[in-house]
């Protein structure tokens, strides 16, 4: 897990602690300092704002991050994390609070190479480290080609929306037939749905990359792995091609 400002951890940890049972937030800024803000969302043990004061301040100084804490034990983002963290631009930091312990902190939104958290070492976390992350992180390290975000909650599947099939079309990606599939292309399939469920990129030798995923949000059990690409063919539905590597 790639931590980063960690000099600030003990500091945030701590008074995740003393917040608690409400959610708390801390704005990260280039004077090297990590302030808690005030929570001024009227249900503030659930959710979490901002004043436009503490904001502009932030951003006067220079916002290099923004960290907040769940106190509902969900260690993974929500759709409206991932939205503000896709609005404001820079890295963003979750960890949970029970009320006797505070976690570690899991980042996510950060392009720098530096900051992506190693290919092939991952575990399944929603918005973090699922299938869809691990293919946006394979494009920008592999083709320099940094895909767009989609903000989903967990279980985005059983909700109406085709996340995946309408995210990669908007992404730059066109459908190809299976014959034309070179390394490097992206297979979507339907796995114990109707919708598309899944991705992974084809590699050499008819091997493909992927990050499985999990009955819950978050299981350090599943690993991004390398497998033959023969076990997907059968629940392949499409396979796109991004328009800069055409």
Known sequence: MIQLFPEHLEQIRAE??????????????????????????????????????????????????????????????????????????????????????????????????????????????????????????????????????????????????DLLRNGFESAGFRRISQSEAKPGDVWLASLMSEKITHCGVLLDNDLTYHQPGAGRPVDESKKAAIQPIYRYIPHITLWVRHKDRD
């Open 16 to 161: 995740a602690l003393g917040s608690h049972p409400e959610e708390a937030v801390w704005l990260i800024t280039k004077d090297g300092k990590c302030r808690q803000v005030e929570n001024i969302h009227e249900d503030p043990v659930n959710y979490f704002d901002v004043s436009t004061k503490d904001v502009r301040s932030a951003k006067k100084r220079g916002l290099l991050a923004v960290v907040h804490s769940h106190t509902n034990g969900r260690h993974y983002p929500s759709h409206q994390d991932m939205q503000f963290q896709i609005n404001t631009s820079v890295p963003w930091g979750l960890l949970t609070c029970d009320g006797v312990d505070s976690s570690a902190i899991v980042w996510w939104g950060s392009r720098a190479p530096d900051h992506i958290e190693p290919l092939d070492k991952r575990t399944f976390r929603h918005g973090i480290s699922d299938c869809y992350a691990l293919i946006r992180d394979y494009y920008l390290l592999h083709f320099g080609i940094d895909l767009p975000e989609f903000a989903r909650e967990w279980e985005w599947w059983k909700q109406s929306e």
